[in-house]
């Protein structure tokens, strides 16, 4: 039988410390070579082409749906315009939840520590992301998409609550879904070029944050207490649920001149949908299934926020 050792938890742990710094080293000469500046970068006056999507109608909520079939493709256009601002509106929400978080995470830790430095260096990245968002709001036609007011105080709960592996998995699933559809959008030849420009900033400084993310809460499951673990399943899976209301806003609809409840009502009967949902989290629902995330009731609310088949 083997004995572990104060010694072996002890060496385990600086293990673990020195690759927290390495990752976050590594991350850190990312950043400086491959960040990029919206307000520099994008071509803001140029005015949004006739006939081109807002985000390709494949991923539209209604796609595919007898609604969709009896709109007119002006009509579609018009809702994919609404759902990206409404889903930058999501966005802004989300990275002023993830900002507070990173920094309840560093807050007792080393500033000359690596592992802090990326983490103010992704605070500064979400900055520069929310203001992108905010301006892509602005420059159409279309309103700014607030959360519910319940999803607003849930959030308050959540960064009040969460423990550390917890705010990881949230951020993960935050930035994952998104950033699989972001991926199809910035190539996309249909969709207008602010949109690609808008996704392909926030596509490649994103994959830095979900490195961070990945590697944080893999060595947090480790590390964290039994009780934390098994928060952080709960949690997590509660935040999916909440997550996946929050990702369609009933108001869409409406401003595009549908009936909402026949609109939700569409979209949660859509198989299109589930699918599109489910292919979005699967590298994340795959991931945390490996670090042991996705079990017991966390599991059954992963599934119950059909973002886990």
């Not at 256009?77 to 989300?94: C, D, V």
């Not at 950033?179 to 070029?193: A, N």
């Not at 939700?264 to 590298?283: N, W, Y």
Request: glycine content about 6%; proline content about 4%.
């Amino acid at each position: 039988m083997t004995t572990v050792t104060e010694a072996d938890v002890l060496r385990d742990a600086l293990g673990l410390l020195k690759d927290r710094e390495q990752v976050a080293e590594r991350l850190l000469a990312s950043s400086a070579k491959h960040s990029f500046d919206p307000d520099e970068e994008l071509d803001w006056d140029a005015p949004y082409q006739e006939g081109m999507w807002f985000w390709p109608p494949e991923l539209v909520s209604l796609y595919d749906t007898p609604l969709w079939r009896g709109m007119s493709e002006e009509q579609r256009i018009r809702l994919s315009q609404h759902e990206a601002a409404a889903l930058a509106s999501l966005g802004i929400w989300f990275e002023i939840i993830l900002m507070q978080l990173l920094v309840r995470h560093i807050y007792d830790k080393a500033a000359t520590s690596a592992h802090v430095r990326y983490a103010l260096t992704e605070i500064e990245d979400e900055c520069r992301h929310s203001k992108m968002f905010a301006r892509l709001i602005a420059h159409g036609d279309t309103p700014w998409y607030p959360v519910s007011r319940v999803h607003r105080n849930l959030g308050r709960v959540f960064k009040t609550v969460s423990t550390t592996p917890g705010s990881f998995t949230a951020t993960l699933l935050g930035e994952e879904v998104l950033d699989w559809m972001q991926r199809l959008t910035f190539p996309d030849e249909r969709v207008q070029p602010l949109i690609r420009g808008v996704t392909r900033i926030h596509v490649v400084e994103e994959a830095r944050h979900v490195r961070y993310a990945r590697e944080e809460l893999r060595r947090q499951m480790v590390t964290a207490p039994r009780w934390s673990q098994e928060f952080t399943r709960i949690t997590s899976g509660e935040f999916a649920r909440v997550f996946s209301v929050a990702f369609v806003n009933p108001e869409v609809y409406t401003n595009v001149g549908l009936d909402k409840r026949e609109a939700m009502a569409q979209v949660r009967a859509s198989g299109h949908r589930r699918e599109i949902m489910q292919t979005g989290a699967k590298r994340l629902t795959d991931f945390l299934d490996d670090i042991g995330v996705l079990r017991g009731v966390g599991r059954r609310l992963w599934r119950s926020s059909g973002l886990l088949a």
